[in-house]
């Protein structure tokens, strides 16, 4: 079993930035691929960001890639999302979720992760 904890969400204006973090606990962290997901109002959760157990590979959702870096640090068992330039529609739940990959493979289906966590409101004003 992970436990999965974010934090880091909260309001910023129009092209500011704000880091989320995802702190995991429970078992081996390293040895899990991680992502990020969002959840506007009204709408379905979204995929955002992926990152391998190692970190080599990552993958990005179109709308946030050059805005958003996925980072991880398997020492401190924690991801990193780093937003820059936000947006209006960025407006969200974001929401970490793992699955166990040590094989190195990263998914953006939602239905790959198996553990989830309860997710952080990041609110962008215009």
């Known amino acids: 079993q992970v436990q999965l904890v974010e934090s880091g969400g909260g309001l910023v204006l129009d092209g500011g930035s704000l880091r989320l973090s995802c702190a995991a606990s429970g078992r081996t962290f390293s040895g899990y691929a991680m992502g990020w997901f969002r959840q506007a109002p009204g709408k379905e959760r979204e995929f955002v960001a992926a990152i391998s157990w190692g970190g080599r590979s990552t993958n990005y959702a179109d709308s946030v890639k050059g805005r958003f870096t996925i980072s991880r640090d398997n020492a401190k068992n924690t991801v990193y999302l780093q937003m820059s330039r936000l947006r209006p529609e960025d407006t969200a739940v974001y929401y970490c979720?793992?699955?166990?990959?040590?094989?190195?493979?990263?998914?953006?289906?939602?239905?790959?992760?198996?553990?989830w966590g309860q997710g952080t409101q990041v609110t962008v004003s215009s």
């Open positions: 979720a793992a699955k166990r990959a040590p094989n190195g493979s990263i998914w953006s289906r939602e239905t790959a992760y198996d553990y």
